[in-house]
């Protein structure tokens, strides 16, 4: 089923302090063009400079996720990002007036509440998703974080969490689908110990921390003039130690709330891979560090299946024949270079061509060592590209490639050979001009590959 993207129908800020910093941060969530992302504005600064949501701009993980690009920073991001996917986006533009998203009450609550009442529209690109095809794995020896992603059919996750703590020992979350995102995980907050916020606050840590934005963890003896100066301290009323061992300044929503916050923060800093997710993360000891550390993984497996040749099963029907080929495509013997379309989407073509001894070319290149001319594999492309665009036009129009960029030959083209082309939109077309990146594979090896601008003409 072909899901495509969406954005936000109207805008909506968000206020509050920034849980390490304690400023003042306003953040403007915009709707966004297709295949734009999630992107962050720092309109405090000069010529409002842009940082991607991507996991290579992470510098620190050890207060939250912080990310850096040409010295423009955005940190504590990720309830922010696990609600945009939660909720089901695609494409959003977040213009913040400082260097941290505002912690609110340590949950991803008020972003999803927001987004209810802007409400969400779907735009006409298709998602683009990161299917997990096979196991990915990942063990931390320093945190002791082992993050595995399986293939499934939809966005679901299971986290474990473990501490030396007689109250937070063993806890596990489960969610079966992103689209429970809403009612399991958006309000579950961020938890602390109290040691931790003994020395986050002897270290100026936490200017912005709040009784009220996190649960607070007690797992040992403690008076309750220690507890009335942290209150103090966090400009807090006064609190005592409920019988769980948290502080009696809130409920919890669930039972598991830390593990399923930890699942939240998963998947806020997975969000930084830059695409939708379609598969199964189980979590064990998860952390910023970890998170991110996995991402990049799922990356780096990303960008070498980006590389790798389409799979093609030749006992597929075509989605093109030669005939349909013809009807699109002027070219004719001998030069007529795509046999079959075996696929075709949006934004993308898999063609296929099979190189035989027959071929006229051969006879004078060379007689003696048969090799495709690679100005014939630069022309099969282009022909290839042609038909992606051309397929999408109603009436009669041509296709005249006006500029070849970065071309590379990789590998010799010999009889017998099966080439896969792979023509790819690169941006979208605009005023008749198509741009595109174009890939021919022998087998599971890149022959040749190259950059191609169209003109597209009625004819």
């Given at each position: 089923m072909v899901v495509k993207q969406k954005t936000?129908?109207?805008?909506?800020k968000i206020e509050g302090k920034g849980l390490h910093t304690g400023v003042?941060?306003?953040m403007n969530f915009l709707p966004a063009p297709e295949n734009h992302g999630f992107k962050f504005k720092r309109v405090d600064l000069e010529h409002q400079p842009i940082i991607d949501a991507d996991v290579d701009l992470v510098i620190d993980t050890s207060r939250g996720t912080l990310l850096e690009k040409d010295g423009a920073r955005i940190g504590t991001i990720e309830h922010a990002l696990a609600a945009l996917v939660?909720?089901?986006?695609d494409n959003i533009l977040i213009e913040v007036n400082n260097e941290e998203a505002p912690i609110i009450d340590g949950s991803s609550k008020y972003f999803v509440e927001a987004i209810e009442k802007a409400g969400v529209v779907e735009q006409e690109a298709e998602r683009d998703y990161f299917e997990i095809s096979e196991k990915i794995e990942m063990f931390d020896?320093?945190?002791?974080?082992?993050?595995?992603?399986l293939p499934d059919n939809d966005y679901s996750l299971n986290v474990m969490i473990s501490f030396p703590s007689a109250v937070l020992n063993n806890q596990y979350a489960t969610l079966e689908s992103?689209?429970?995102f809403k009612t399991e995980i958006a309000e579950c907050r961020t938890f602390v110990f109290l040691r931790e916020i003994e020395f986050l606050l002897s270290h100026n840590l936490i200017k912005g921390g709040d009784l009220n934005n996190a649960i607070v963890i007690i797992d040992k003896e403690i008076s309750q003039e220690e507890l009335d100066r942290l209150a103090d301290l966090t400009n807090h009323p006064r609190v005592e130690v409920k019988a769980q061992g948290i502080l009696n300044n809130l409920d919890l929503h669930f039972d598991n709330e830390c593990a399923r916050h930890k699942l939240l923060d998963v998947i806020g800093d997975l969000a930084l891979l830059g695409k939708r997710i379609k598969g199964r993360i189980i979590a064990s000891k998860p952390g910023h560090g970890p998170n991110t550390m996995f991402a990049s993984t799922l990356k780096k497996q990303l960008r070498k299946e980006a590389d790798a040749a389409p799979k093609c099963n030749p006992n597929d029907e075509p989605l093109m024949d030669v005939n349909r080929i013809r009807e699109l495509l002027p070219h004719r013997y001998p030069f007529l270079l795509v046999d079959k379309v075996v696929c075709i989407h949006d934004d993308e073509i898999i063609g296929v061509k099979n190189v035989t001894v027959n071929e006229p070319f051969f006879q004078g290149h060379f007689p003696d060592e048969p090799v495709m001319p690679g100005v014939l594999l630069v022309e099969a492309m282009a022909q290839c590209g042609g038909l992606l665009v051309l397929n999408k036009q109603e009436g009669q129009f041509s296709t005249y490639f006006i500029r070849i960029d970065n071309v590379?030959?990789?590998k010799k083209v010999v009889p017998g050979d099966t080439l896969i082309f792979k023509l790819k939109l690169t941006s979208p077309i605009r005023r008749g001009i198509a741009n595109m990146k174009g890939t021919t594979y022998v087998g599971d090896k890149i022959v040749?590959?190259?950059?191609?601008?169209a003109q597209i003409v009625k004819k």
């Open positions: 936000l129908e109207n805008s909506f003042n941060v306003t939660g909720m089901d986006l020896e320093k945190s002791g974080s082992h993050i595995i992603a992103i689209k429970d590379k030959f990789r040749a590959e190259g950059e191609f601008m």
